[in-house]
């Protein structure tokens, strides 16, 4: 029975059966609907195999909305264990398990897919580009970050889910302390995920710098790009440093090396130096791309220029590289010494200017403009004030002599929170909301979109405000319980209202796309916004190809020209295009290596041998595959491009 007893569930409750049941009847529902409607077919050819930036993007943005209900699920459950004193909703063990598996989720497998589904639809289309530059690269990275959020997901079911934070710190993530096989998931599993993140770094790097538009320079790329190949750059450079701590971290938990252990020469401060040096970089890769929706929606609907191109431009460069100068400042407690703690707070209050000067540009584009609310305008205008609020307690927590006060309490806990909500999920909704149009040709409802962009706004406000006072009297973070003398309770009370708040918040979101689909008009424009820039001036909906013809460009608002100032954006002919085939391997590979990694965890090491050589397999078999690609003709061109003018 040892050989079992390693997928048994170290504390099992109640709930964690209730979800045993409701996964495998939500996969037999699954099963059986797709059979019934016959769409195995539809669903392989279509979505499976496909290679289209497009399809890739809604993928990732249906995975994105699937792990902020799981990751929001979590939240709830903490809110509600923290919501009274001495509550027994949850057990210590428990509540470890779900704090971890929250931050996990909602950083690297909600958060992520939510910028790559933006930055898989859009930046193609912004640069008047037909493809990225290697299309089955980006289905492989896809299929990974899927796969490995599925087996980081499954391991609350089977073996147990990872219970040392998210950020995993050792020795607590070791096997002394951490004996189930949980964080061996988390290790694989974002393993997994990280390596399609790293591909998907270096195709949008390559596909920005060599498939723009003929006259699109680098200063006339709209803001979104510019953001996204910034971010790209960070990717590069900041998931390599995870892949190798990820890997070591895996091998003192399995081969049982001393990396990170506190005898035999091993170090555990050597886990938290390489952790943030990428996690803060990690921060960034979701800021700099929500900065770029703001910039697109704030121009579009002040109808307005965007002010200060350069200096926006500038600011994301000094950003990025200086978000790898601050990691030391999540350890200023942690006994570096004088000297090294000032260095990192200066360079953590350095970064707060060049973001000073992106909130100022933002204001002055405002500043005169003849402003339409619209709901992705309403959580732009909605994030200013909120963000001011998280950063300005960032760079109280950057002083590094008052964050000995700060440090692991309730207070840090809400900094991060009032960044990242307004910071990254305002502007995933903003450009959810304004990009819809374009991905499904009809416009979600404005009345309910608006109520629920308030909804969340003021509940965000109410969940975390008081953080900031229960971490100023002494609340510890990562605490499950604690008494009622200590005066929490009220505090508490309010975030769990706060959180239920922003739960009818995204329920109303969930609404608004089942009416919108039911009852919106399918007659739309291919441009509903009156925007600025290349993505609107293709159809609705988008072609396989993008563009019948490729725009020429004139500045970083060439739409707008071509409608404002007559510019001509299409000249030429019609001639054939050449396009991707779609392929089965990117899907078959990753599935490959979700048993690899499933190997990997429970230690089954002749799975784990035979998932090797199939992974190698796959590899060979592209390099010796003679794939060329199709040919669109001019005739296809043609009665594509009168059937999508007369729709």
Request: with cysteine.
């Amino acid at each position: 029975m040892d050989f079992f007893d390693r997928f048994a569930i170290p504390n099992p409750s109640p709930v964690i059966y209730a979800s045993m049941v409701a996964i495998g009847l939500t996969v037999i529902a699954i099963i059986a609907g797709i059979t019934y409607f016959k769409k195995w077919g539809y669903l392989w050819q279509e979505w499976l195999t496909t290679v289209d930036h497009k399809r890739i993007g809604i993928m990732y943005l249906i995975s994105a909305l699937l792990m902020l209900f799981r990751g929001g699920v979590d939240a709830i459950m903490m809110r509600a264990q923290l919501a009274v004193p001495d509550n027994k909703l949850l057990d210590a063990q428990h509540y470890n398990e779900i704090f971890t598996t929250h931050g996990v989720v909602m950083i690297i497998f909600m958060a992520m897919p939510f910028i790559m589904a933006l930055m898989n639809f859009v930046v193609p289309l912004q640069i008047g580009a037909r493809d990225v530059a290697f299309p089955r690269l980006n289905a492989l990275s896809f299929w990974l970050f899927f796969m490995g959020a599925m087996l980081f997901n499954i391991s609350f079911v089977i073996g147990g889910s990872p219970d040392a934070g998210w950020t995993s710190y050792f020795p607590l993530a070791g096997t002394d302390f951490s004996e189930s096989v949980g964080t061996n998931y988390y290790m694989i599993a974002i393993q997994i995920a990280g390596i399609g993140t790293l591909m998907t770094g270096i195709n949008f790097i390559t596909t920005i710098l060599k498939m723009r538009a003929p006259g699109m320079t680098l200063m006339k790329m709209p803001m979104f790009t510019w953001a996204s190949l910034v971010t790209n750059a960070i990717i590069v450079f900041a998931f390599p440093v995870l892949t190798v701590l990820l890997a070591m971290g895996t091998m003192d938990r399995l081969f049982g090396t001393h990396f990170f252990t506190t005898t035999n020469g091993g170090m555990d401060m050597l886990w938290a130096n390489f952790f943030w040096v990428w996690g803060h970089p990690e921060v960034y890769i979701l800021i700099l791309p929500a900065f770029g929706i703001y910039s697109e929606v704030i121009s579009t609907f002040a109808r307005r220029n965007l002010y200060g191109y350069k200096s926006m431009v500038g600011s994301m460069v000094i950003i990025s590289l200086l978000s790898f100068l601050v990691w030391t400042h999540h350890f200023f407690t942690m006994g570096q010494g004088a000297l090294t703690n000032s260095i990192f707070s200066i360079t953590t209050m350095a970064i707060a200017v060049p973001t000073g000067v992106k909130i100022f540009n933002w204001l002055f584009t405002l500043w005169k403009g003849k402003i339409e609310i619209t709901t992705p305008m309403l959580y732009s205008l909605l994030f200013i004030p909120t963000f001011t609020i998280g950063g300005v307690t960032g760079v109280m927590l950057g002083m590094s002599a008052a964050d000995y006060q700060y440090h692991n309490t309730m207070f840090l806990v809400a900094h991060f929170h009032m960044v990242i909500i307004p910071g990254v999920v305002f502007a995933m909704l903003a450009g959810l909301t304004y990009y819809w149009p374009k991905m499904f040709g009809f416009m979600l409802n404005e009345k309910i979109g608006k109520l629920s962009a308030w909804i969340i706004s003021m509940s965000t406000l109410l969940a975390f405000i008081p953080m900031f006072f229960s971490g100023l009297d002494g609340q510890a973070r990562r605490m499950y319980t604690y008494s009622e003398s200590t005066g929490f309770g009220p505090w508490n009370m309010v975030s769990f209202i706060g959180a239920a708040g922003l739960a009818v918040g995204f329920a109303l979101i969930v609404y608004n796309i089942y009416y919108s689909t039911r009852y919106a008009s399918r007659d739309i424009s291919a441009d509903p916004w009156d925007a600025r820039s290349l993505e609107w001036a293709t159809h609705t909906p988008v072609p396989s190809y993008n563009f019948a013809i490729l725009p020429h460009v004139n500045s970083s608002e060439a739409l707008w020209d071509a409608k404002k100032h007559g510019h001509e954006l299409f000249p030429g002919e019609y001639e054939k295009i050449h396009m991707p085939n779609n392929s089965g391997v990117p899907f078959i590979m990753s599935c490959i290596f979700f048993v690899w990694g499933f190997s990997f965890v429970f230690s089954l090491w002749i799975p784990l041998i035979l998932t090797t050589i199939g992974i190698f397999v796959c590899m060979g078999l592209r390099s010796f595959e003679k794939d060329h690609g199709h040919y669109i003709s001019v005739d296809e061109i043609e009665e594509t491009e009168n059937n999508l003018r007369g729709a």
